[in-house]
């Protein structure tokens, strides 16, 4: 409980509420233009663009459609469940018939609002969480009933107490080390403590129907994801940011309408396979991205810079968890039992995740097999490593993975950045010279 003489909130200061919807206003009318702009340049870059994007253009308004069926929803009497990073159990979340949103902020104008609070040594993902939450921007941060906040790394642990102040916080603590034998076990535990807050949240109870039909749901997105994924493993016929954006989607889409629309732009893709129709020049230069989460749509500078560059490089794959990471492992159940199910569930939110805040006897060795396998499978030309300034965690990690690309002759960029717009001339500058050196590796 707090103390006696800390009343209010914990962290953030009083602000007059004109002050707060001057600056909603103006920086949502800078984050419609920036979404607009990000679509117009992925149009201008895609001349023959499927028509099956136009969905997901819609659904990446987040001030938009999406937004507005969730409010009806909840004026339903359905519940909102947010989560800040990709170890909540979506699967427990649909099967109690609440909605999952990730509430995660891409925004550069509200980590300097961040700022008034917390040095700008603090990772910008945190810094602009906090600013949206000051002056109440992010629709589904503010349409969430309760917030999943798994402990990740110092950054998170904070930012749960700062957002403690507005919304019921569930914690979830991932074990540091995955693969000791006792480490499931804790953090199936964790798992059930969730289950049992989203029961009493929702005042549903999850059962075994439910559960399954909701790992059935997940499953089908799985699929359909993967389905895209191998499209780009052959000559371009999707440009990297724009299948960044269909997958980005699928953390506040509904789920099933999400599938529905992935299968339908492979379709179209698939047809354009078979007729030889290419999005971008098929020997342009293959990139994988990994790092820090590229949160939309302010984080698209970087796809941007990548894939209107000269020379042009295309976003094959990703190691990220604001992209592939998403999606890729599908919960695998042996047997539909409730118990089987909810160890499946638990297996796959721990062992499948490959997030730097892990180690183990061999260190974080699962992101680095993750990646070896990817640059194989993607026939990757080079790396970009993309880090936000602040996070250790991913900052930490390069040198092992640079030596790992340096054996496999895989150049690697370390790229590192703020949540800011005033460095993309200098950041061109460089993205430029390492697609040249790409492109010239490849002439030989
Ligand atoms: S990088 Fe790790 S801690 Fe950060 S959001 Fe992703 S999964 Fe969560
Ligand atoms: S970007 Fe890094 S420091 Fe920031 S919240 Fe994610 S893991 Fe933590």
Known sequence: MASEIEKGTKYIPEMAQTEIDDLNKSIKTASLKVIEDNIERMKKAWKNRPQAMEYFDEISNLFGKRQEEIKQQKTAGKKVVGYSCIFAPIEMILAADAIPVRVGSGWYDTAKLGDRIMPVEICPVIRSTVGAKMVSLSPFLELSDAIVMPLTCDGRTKLSEILADYKPIWHMNPPRVKDDPHTLGMWKQEIMVIKEKIEKLTGNKITRKNLKEAIEKMQQATKAFRRLQDLRKGNP????????????TSLWDDVERWTQKVNELCDELEKRVEQKEHSTYPDTPRVMLTGTPMIWPDSWKVPNLIEESNPQGLVVVDEQCSGDRILYDPVGVDEWTMSDMLDAISERYLMACTCPCF??????????????????????????????????????????????????????????????????????????????????????
């Open 237 to 248: 016929v999707i440009n990297g940011r724009d299948a960044m954006l269909v997958n980005q």
């Open 359 to 444: 180690t183990s006897e061999h260190g974080n060795e699962d992101r680095i097999n993750w990646i070896i396998d990817r640059i194989k499978e993607y026939k990757v030309d080079g790396v970009i490593y993309y880090v936000v300034r602040g996070c250790i965690l991913y900052a930490m990690e390069y040198q092992r993975i640079k030596r790992v690309l340096d054996k496999m002759n895989i150049p690697v960029y370390y790229l590192d950045t703020e949540y800011t717009r005033e460095d993309v001339g200098q950041m061109k500058t460089r993205v430029e010279a390492f697609l040249e050196m790409l492109e010239a590796r490849m002439d030989i």
